[in-house]
């Protein structure tokens, strides 16, 4: 059990009032807030060890390195991978997507072979396969979903073959809140010879991940979604193959020796990190993993796992809603997809807002699972360890005073 109350004092912004309304944030899918350990870490860092790292001999430079490295440290205990070489630094997910595709992509895709993804992904794991298969002349394929929202395994069964170079799927889907087997998906793709890239954006934060244990050969999420700052996030990716691949970028920081027409690059992980890295990002990282391993990511799936428990039942008795994915709370993470009837859902999240309710509308950079579930878009409230059952109630009172709103004109 957390304890939320206690929780919640360590996130100032969410005590203020928004459209004369307390603040209830639901949109922690799109972004998490920070805590104060996270914020107080970035100003120490800028106030008494700000440098770059891995260049300078001087007190601060040392300092920096030691900290930025003690942050990969820490990602790789959060996530169980075996050495720290593992763990690469990125801008977030997209990036390191985009790194995997671009690097791994260019090295083991040629033309004919296949890249199997799924109808639910984000776009970030959707177009650099795309890029990747145009640029080869190889087919992108796509797993289908169940009726009930779940990935379809046979589906999956069909799609990877020995053809098969990559195998790429979200770990949690940011619409339809559900898990996906992705062990039985690596084991799948290891069986055919490919390899098992995931999308762990929507995971990472809200429950213990072990890339070992799932057997996934890269990795890849976003600290923003997890308490740390924006522009830092992590591509996981096991030693064989992050040495056989090509760094994506080039310059300072990731070279041993430049020569004038050739040049040698860094060990693990540094040959992947070319330029000044986001250093005190990197660092507060580090503090959002000590901060989020210090209360539990078991406790926090609970805590959601019981939220969803919660409301989940009351939204599905409110006439005239859908809600997309699962429908039981049992199968479904904090990541709750809905529309109501007649009601366009920007208009129903401009007016959650009206109520202090802050909920994502729209596509969700997932059009092609939106497109297969045949919505336009959808609303979304994803909740998060400082959301309380509380939240949950207001939720739902903005939910029916906005149907209210609508048919009758007032509230
Ligand atoms: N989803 C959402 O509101 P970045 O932007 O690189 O940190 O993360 C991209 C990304 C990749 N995969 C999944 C499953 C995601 O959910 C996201 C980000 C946000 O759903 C912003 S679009």
Redesign the pocket.
């Known amino acids: 059990m957390i304890n939320v109350e206690k929780i919640r004092q360590q996130f100032p912004i969410l005590f203020q009032e928004v459209n004369d309304e307390p603040l209830v944030y639901l ?1 922690n ?3 998490t807030q920070k805590p104060k350990a996270v914020l107080e870490q970035l100003t120490y860092y800028y106030e008494h060890d700000n440098a770059n790292v891995h260049r300078g001999v001087h007190t601060l430079a040392e300092r920096a390195t030691k900290e930025y490295e003690a942050s990969r440290e820490k990602v790789r205990g959060l996530i169980h991978a075996k050495e720290t070489a593992e763990i690469l630094f990125t ?7 985009n790194w995997i595709a671009k690097s791994y992509g260019d090295l083991a895709v040629n033309a004919g072979d296949e890249i199997v993804i799924s109808y639910m ?5 959707i177009i650099p396969w795309q890029q990747l298969a145009e640029r080869k002349g190889a087919t992108l394929k796509y797993i289908d979903i169940t009726p009930d929202g779940f990935l379809d395994m046979e589906s999956a069964e069909r799609q990877i073959t020995e053809k098969t170079k990559v195998v790429s799927v ?6 339809l809140g559900v898990i996906n087997p992705v062990k039985e998906l690596a084991e799948l793709a290891h069986k055919n010879g490919a390899v098992m890239v995931v ?4 995971a990472v934060p809200h429950m213990p991940v072990d890339v070992q244990e799932l057997d996934a050969d890269f990795y ?6 997890m308490c740390g700052p ?1 522009g830092i ?1 992590v591509l996981y990716g096991k030693r064989a193959l992050l040495e056989q691949m090509e760094p994506v970028e080039f310059g300072g920081e990731m070279i041993d020796f430049v020569n004038l027409y050739d040049s040698t690059w860094k060990e693990l992980p540094w040959k992947f990190e070319a330029g000044t890295p986001n250093i005190g990002g990197a660092i507060a990282l580090g503090t959002a993993v000590d901060y989020l391993t210090e209360i539990g990511l078991e406790n926090i799936h609970q805590h959601e796992a019981e939220i969803v428990a919660y409301v989940l039942p009351k939204l599905q008795a409110i006439e005239g809603l859908t809600v997309y994915g699962p429908q039981s709370p049992e199968e479904h993470t904090g ?1 709750i997809a809905f529309n109501l009837d007649g009601l366009h859902p920007h208009d129903a999240a401009t007016a959650l807002d009206m109520e202090g309710v802050a909920v ?1 509308a729209g596509h ?3 059009q092609p699972l939106l497109k297969y579930l045949d919505v336009p878009a959808t609303v ?1 409230a ?1 909740f998060y360890l400082y959301n309380t059952k509380a939240d949950a109630d207001r939720l739902v009172e903005a939910i029916l005073a906005t149907k209210e709103f609508f048919q009758y004109g007032s509230i």
Do not use: M
């Open positions: 949109d899918a799109a972004t801008r977030g997910t997209t990036t390191a997507l992904e984000h776009h970030s794991n979200a770990h949690v889907s940011n619409v999308d762990g954006a929507q890849a999420f976003s600290g923003h979604k924006t996030g990541v994502r969700h950079c997932a979304r994803s």
